[in-house]
């Protein structure tokens, strides 16, 4: 007998249809306000520790989501690991939120923490986990995830998503790193925008394992 699964059901299932199709109709590309910046100025500003507000001040009308991969593939991690607790850095509409979500759902419970600083995705986000029935698992931090994620977090962690404000991946991991127990995957979206990030989990003396996974996308396993 097939085991029906949150993700791949209604409510979730069609709602999540509909997020990747507005998302593939919303990009940068079609952004004003980020078309006004040159090429030099997008890179400093997403290189940069302090400015990253600047930059996705400009694009807090886009949800910059993960790639329907990377969902099926978060989920499937959470699922595999038994996730029980999990925290994500970078919420913007919800859509990866989904999916972690969903996993927590199918592993019998359990919580996850998320953070975005722009109220108005916010509220999308809200909407969102509402909509496909996976509120009440979610716990959102509104703010600085510098500060939002540097208290309250479980004994130990599962899983790690960071897909926020990429110079500050190093900071994040940091943050919630001796809470990560062994085992426990981080997976970076667009991590090639952040190398001191790639160099730090590729260095086995800092206890990961770590490979390039699909497009821009960095899994690792803490080991230690």
Known sequence: MTKITTLTTAPLAPLLNRL?????????????????????????????????????????????????????????????????????FGTSFGISTLHLAAALRDNGGGRLITSEFEPSKLARARENLTAGG???????????????????????IDLLLLDGAKALYPEILSLVESRLRPGAFVLADNAD????????????????????????????????
């Open 20 to 88: 990747f199709e507005e998302a593939a109709a919303a990009s940068p590309q079609t952004s004003p306000a980020f078309q006004a910046l040159s090429a030099e100025e997008r890179g400093r500003l997403m290189r940069s520790k302090t400015d990253y507000f600047d930059l996705y001040g400009r694009l807090k009308d886009l949800p910059l989501p993960i790639s329907r991969e990377t969902g099926k593939l978060l989920y499937m991690l959470a699922r595999s690991s038994a996730a029980r607790t999990i925290v994500e």
């Open 134 to 156: 996976l509120i009440d698992l979610v716990e959102i931090r509104e703010g600085d995830a510098l500060q939002t994620l540097s208290v309250d977090l479980p004994e130990t």
């Open 193 to 224: 925008d952040s190398p001191d990030y790639l160099a730090l989990v590729r260095s086995p003396a800092n206890g990961y394992l770590s490979t390039p996974f699909a497009e821009d996308v960095e899994l690792s396993m803490r080991i230690n």
